[in-house]
């Protein structure tokens, strides 16, 4: 396949030729003070960087609902976050003609709770730093894509340590335009590859109830999910999650009950909710006060089931989301 190599701060340079553009926008990593958090950038690039691997928010989270006219936005992260924009542009949450979007393959990251110390931002350094196979969180040790495969353009790293641009789609095309050098012949081996070792997801019910027997009803999990879209979300009102009047009622009529009310039914609607959009991203769990490993069960519900309809949520915004499309006896021949 043919692409561009990446020299010195060509990507920069490209992505720097967007922001002269009046209405233009780039959102990625910017790196201060030894942190590298999301960014969106107006005009320059100041502390940009092209990777970070420490996790706290899906950055697709800030694109929801996104309709904005005239603006036109470049997004450069990880799979992950890619992956959860292409899942809301078919859910209509964004409208895709305003963002061009571009995948970096990934090693890895750490949770931002996790973080001791200076964050490391070259390639070679992150490589590096997650070589002790300890390191890096659940979610992204049994990551299906953290290849930069998705999106308009993907930003890919040879075995050699260049970094090398692909075009995906048009919009894909114009970006690489941007940049100095013509098209060549890339290496055929690249240093991520499609993950072989992900996990098979096996629980029962005393261990699910022992696990989010912690769980609060803060609802950070569902306001920190970058697909978990709903506006006017049935946990918000009295009929799941009854207070004051109706809560005391509803215990005189049924009897005594363990508080928070709800929890395990909470999230077992929140799992089929999301069950065929879910990206594995690890983002409820980074937001869970509780430590409840929710990775676990969000992301091994979404894999079987994403599994049973030969899916994978975000991999191309032409695969139409399963539940959204109707094929007779699709299930015919599917195993689980």
């Known amino acids: 396949m043919k ?3 990446i020299k010195d701060s060509a990507m920069e340079n490209a992505l720097g030729k967007f922001l002269e553009q009046e209405q233009y926008l780039v959102m990625g990593f910017e790196k201060d003070k030894g942190d590298v958090y999301h960014r969106i950038f107006k005009d320059n690039l100041d ?54 979007a571009v995948s970096i393959d ?6 931002s709770k996790d973080k001791n110390g200076d964050v490391p931002s070259g390639p070679d350094e992150i490589k590096s730093f997650f070589g002790d196979p300890e390191k890096g969180r659940f ?8 290849r930069g495969v998705v999106g308009d353009a993907g930003i890919r790293i040879d075995e050699s340590g260049n970094f090398w641009t692909f075009p995906y789609t048009e919009k894909g095309e114009t970006l690489l335009s941007l940049m100095e050098g013509d098209p060549e012949e890339a290496p055929q081996q690249m240093l991520i590859g499609e993950n072989q070792q992900v996990q098979a997801f096996q629980v029962d019910m005393e261990t699910f109830s022992k696990d989010f027997s912690k769980c609060i009803m803060c609802m950070n999990c569902r306001d920190m999910c970058p697909v978990c879209y709903c506006v006017d979300c049935v946990f918000n009102g009295d009929e799941y999650l009854p207070k004051g009047d109706a809560l005391f009622n509803k215990i005189f009529r049924t009897g005594s009950t363990g508080m928070p009310r709800g929890k395990e039914l909470f999230h077992l609607i929140r799992m089929f909710h999301v069950s065929q959009t879910c990206v594995g991203c690890g983002a409820c769990e980074e937001a869970c006060p509780q430590g409840i490993p929710l990775t676990k069960y969000f992301k091994g519900i979404s894999e079987r089931l994403q599994g049973m309809f030969s899916y994978m949520s975000g991999r191309s915004f032409d695969e139409s989301i399963p539940y959204l499309t109707f094929v007779e006896d699709e299930l015919k021949d599917a195993d689980d």
């Open 3 to 5: 692409g561009k190599k």
């Open 47 to 100: 502390n940009y960087s092209l990777m970070n691997p420490v996790f706290a928010t899906n950055g697709a989270l800030y694109l929801r609902r996104l309709f904005a006219k005239g603006a036109q936005i470049v997004i450069v992260l990880r799979p992950c976050e890619v992956r959860a924009y292409i899942e809301l542009v078919k859910l209509t949450q964004i409208e895709r003609r305003n963002i061009v």
């Open 106 to 111: 990934c090693f890895g990251t750490i949770s």
């Open 139 to 146: 979610a992204c040790k049994n990551c299906r894509e953290r």
